[in-house]
């Protein structure tokens, strides 16, 4: 079978074809791994003094760098990049949970800021979020003062310039494996097989939500990356010994030993079987929304609001006419309590005309009463007055 020539395969043979010099690049990642592996020391659950960081802390943080790559939408290496300064600061300084946040987005924004080949990865000019966007998005408490000055403190305890050398990464691990995979196994591939082969797209997915968590933090960079490929080999049954042989030629070269191989597999494998079927509820964030006024007056508080009232249909008048209080004693009450149409075409005038306008030389009509019974009462008064004196009607 072609897998029994494979081994012979040395490293001298990949870096002969120099179209494909993959040997080189990985070999200077593996130098460059130590200085970039982070060694978390950090308590599984916090304390109750609360005075030192937990890995559900720091997890916590890791799920929120990858919710801010993905809304600012942002290759993956930004969010490698941050964790692994993340990691790497907690590794060095013992902080306290209340500064953890303010960490990770300035981790995020220096990662922003030098993560190289921003400009050859999508087409438009590279945007470094602005950092007052980040403390709203992330909802750190902490100012955008508060980042910058976290970003210097970062830089001068890990005494490295991003601007030269980016971090080494899992990431970094997983695009040289799988490159020399592919060019490893392409000439010996069943070609009759259903199986397709994993894409590199789906396998860097997949490591986001492994580096999010701090159990695998504690393996090497290319360990966990080698671990997570032979992991997506397994499903192609019919080149099964092929993928295995080229795994275990990986290995060599990365100087990987087989019980902590076994280890990261194990790791690996929990953490995707998690995710895959749900069986815990990925971290979320408690987030409050800040609205304006303005916002705030257009909002209705709907979610638990019920009625049973009839729905009123638009353009329809009352069911049932006004009610219109009647007057009380008064002859004329009953033609009060009517329709509202019949109140229109009523006319008061016929049957109250208005009264003429007296004359300016007349009294007013009560003055008028006390005047002589011989004297004539005046004609605009329409109602009859009682004479006093006579004790009769005028």
């Not at 494909?20 to 304390?47: C, F, I, M, V």
């Not at 191989?261 to 690996?268: N, P, S, Y």
């Not at 303005?294 to 508080?301: H, S």
């Not at 019920?306 to 009352?318: A, C, D, K, Y």
């Amino acid at each position: 079978m072609a897998c029994a020539q494979l081994p012979a395969v040395s490293a001298a043979a990949m870096a002969a074809d120099s179209s494909l010099d993959l040997l080189t690049p990985l070999l200077e990642a593996l130098l460059l791994e130590p200085k970039y592996q982070p060694s978390l020391a950090l308590p599984h659950a916090a304390k109750q003094d609360g005075g030192e960081i937990s890995m559900r802390m720091r997890n916590g943080s890791a799920h929120v760098l990858r919710c801010l790559k993905v809304w600012y939408d942002l290759p993956p290496d930004t969010f490698f990049n941050a964790v692994n300064i993340m990691d790497r600061f907690l590794t060095r300084m013992k902080a306290q949970p209340k500064h953890l946040s303010c960490i990770a987005v300035s981790a995020f924004h220096l990662s922003c800021q030098y993560t190289p080949g921003y400009n050859h990865l999508r087409d438009v000019p590279q945007v470094v979020p602005d950092s007052r966007d980040l403390t709203t998005i992330s909802q750190c408490k902490c100012s955008s003062g508060d980042v910058t000055r976290m970003e210097r403190i970062i830089m001068d305890k890990l005494a490295t310039d991003l601007r030269c050398q980016p971090p080494v990464t899992p990431l970094t691990f997983l695009r040289l494996l799988f490159a020399a995979h592919a060019h490893l196994a392409a000439p010996h591939l069943d070609q009759t097989s259903q199986t397709l082969p994993p894409s590199l797209t789906t396998l860097i997915h997949k490591l986001e939500i492994v580096e999010c968590d701090g159990a695998a933090a504690t393996f090497r960079p290319s360990e966990l990356a080698l671990a997570l490929l032979a992991l997506e080999l397994r499903q192609d049954a019919a080149n099964r010994q092929l993928h295995l042989a080229c795994v275990d030629h990986l290995k060599t070269i990365c100087k990987v030993g087989d019980e902590s191989f076994g280890r990261c597999q194990k790791v690996v494998a929990e953490l995707m079987d998690q995710y895959e079927n749900q069986r815990h509820s990925p971290h979320r964030q408690r987030l409050v929304w800040k609205l304006s006024n303005r916002t705030l007056r257009q909002l209705r508080p709907t979610d638990k609001f019920t009625t049973r009232l009839p729905t009123i249909v638009e353009m329809q008048g009352p069911v049932h006419p006004p009610i219109i209080r009647p007057r009380t004693d008064s002859e004329s009450s009953e033609m009060y309590v009517s329709s509202s149409e019949e109140e229109m075409d009523y006319d008061y005038d016929e049957e109250f005309p208005p009264l003429p306008t007296p004359a300016t030389s007349l009294k007013s009509p009560r003055k008028s009463l006390s005047q002589s019974p011989h004297k004539k009462i005046p004609s605009f008064l329409p109602y009859p007055q009682a004479n006093r004196k006579h004790n009769r009607m005028a």
